[in-house]
């Protein structure tokens, strides 16, 4: 007997929601092949069998939410016996405790609950005609107008009650990566004394750069580099040079990381994920651009792996696509910095005493204060700003 448990995908991971089951009971599998998929609070994975066999108990359900390292599934040899009562305890320890309350035993809309508890009524004695036998308003309005025609058999007529305002809207749950990000951005402002500085950055070298280097990555490559491409390489070509916002807080200690890793916020359907980009430092903008491109594709298609979204070290979002000028991002923990991108637009500048136009961004840079201050970061924004103003800098 082979138990399939929920893994612990990465240091923060308590549950996982099971997505979908590939494999039904009763059917073969051999070691390494997905048989289902769960939920992590960053992304979305397939769990592969741990052993051939055949899949003869699933003990947790699709949508159901399990505790890291619990049984969620058994596998047996053929021809194998197995007791229930191994069965019956697998599947109690499933369980999540919780501090919440009970799952109530009706089936009602949020809507038919809050008008049963106004009126009095008692859910468990009214028949639902919704999918599944789930309670609905009308259900419960009209077991209302029943006890009022009761009452009034044998009790003198009072005014009629008058139908509670209800407010309409539309309740989305807030479950899965939404959740994950809300609890994540909560906790790194709770936790860390966050400061933003901003600084204006000439951007018409890159531009001019872009051109010319999309112009034979496109022919050759069929690679269109972005300007968040050549942004990525000048943070990782700043963040070996300046080590302390490449760096961690563990406790009161300060870890210097080796490694210069950068993740990339990029926009999903349901949420924010951050792919990152390892060892950015060492890779040349054509693989930089193509990391990001597949990044991106695997988040857009709900492929990417824990490995994909782990082992950041900084952030880089970009929301200057949206026409956003400046904003304040929010770090990204455990990581210690987070630098946000707005648009390029053209603006006035004076430039050797002569107005003129071009084309500026402004970069936002957050920082932990516990590991730097104002001046260092400032020190560091303004390196990038250099490279990004001298992009030649990059290749040297």
């Known amino acids: 007997m082979y138990e399939v448990t929920m893994p612990k995908l990465s240091l923060t991971m308590e549950t996982g929601k099971i997505i979908r089951w ?43 939410e399990v505790p890291i390292q619990k049984t969620i599934a058994i596998i047996k040899e053929p021809g194998e016996e197995i007791p229930e009562e191994t069965v019956v305890e697998a599947k109690r320890e499933v369980t999540v405790p919780t501090a919440e309350k009970p799952v109530e035993r009706v089936k009602a809309s949020p809507l038919a609950k809050k008008l049963a508890k106004e009126y009095g009524i008692d859910l ?47 309740i989305v749950p807030l479950t899965g990566i939404r959740k994950t990000i809300g609890k994540r951005m909560a906790q790194s402002l709770q936790t860390a004394p966050q400061l933003t500085i901003t600084m204006e950055v000439d951007m018409g070298e890159v531009v001019k750069l872009r051109e010319q280097v ?45 490694e210069v890793n950068v993740g990339v916020a990029t926009a999903i359907e349901d949420g924010l994920v951050v792919p990152v980009v390892k060892n950015a430092d060492k890779k040349s903008l054509v693989e930089i651009s193509s990391n990001i491109r597949s990044l991106v594709e695997k988040a857009r298609q709900g492929k990417l792996s824990i490995e994909d979204v782990s082992g950041g070290t900084f952030t880089v979002t970009n929301l ?17 910095a987070i630098l946000g991108v707005g648009r390029i637009v053209e603006k006035p ?48």
Do not use: C, W
């Open 320 to 336: 200057g696509m949206y026409g956003v000028d400046v904003f304040t991002p929010i770090i990204n923990p455990p990581e210690s």
């Open 214 to 258: 999309v112009s034979e990555t496109e022919k050759k490559l069929s690679l269109r580099v972005t300007y968040t491409d050549i942004i990525v390489m000048a943070v990782a070509k700043a963040l070996k040079e300046f080590p302390f916002m490449n760096s961690r807080l563990e406790e009161d200690k300060l870890k210097l990381l080796e």
């Open 124 to 170: 468990t004695k009214i028949k639902g005609t919704g999918p599944g036998g789930r309670i609905l308003k009308e259900d419960v309005l009209r077991a209302v107008e029943e006890a009022k025609a009761a009452a009034a058999v044998t009790v003198t007529p009072t005014p009629p009650t008058p139908t509670p305002s209800v407010e309409k809207a539309k």
């Open 349 to 396: 500048v004076v430039k050797d005493g002569q107005i003129v136009i071009r084309p500026i961004t402004i970069l936002s840079l957050t920082f932990d204060h516990r590991v730097t201050d104002g001046a260092q970061a400032a020190v560091f924004l303004q390196r990038i700003k250099e490279l990004l103003e001298k992009p030649f800098l990059l290749f040297i």
């Open 22 to 64: 590939l494999k039904k009971e009763g059917d073969k599998v051999e070691k390494g092949e997905p048989i289902l998929e769960i939920e992590t609070e960053k992304v979305t994975v397939e769990v592969e069998a741990p052993a051939s066999g055949i899949l003869h108990k699933i003990l947790a359900k699709e949508g159901e």
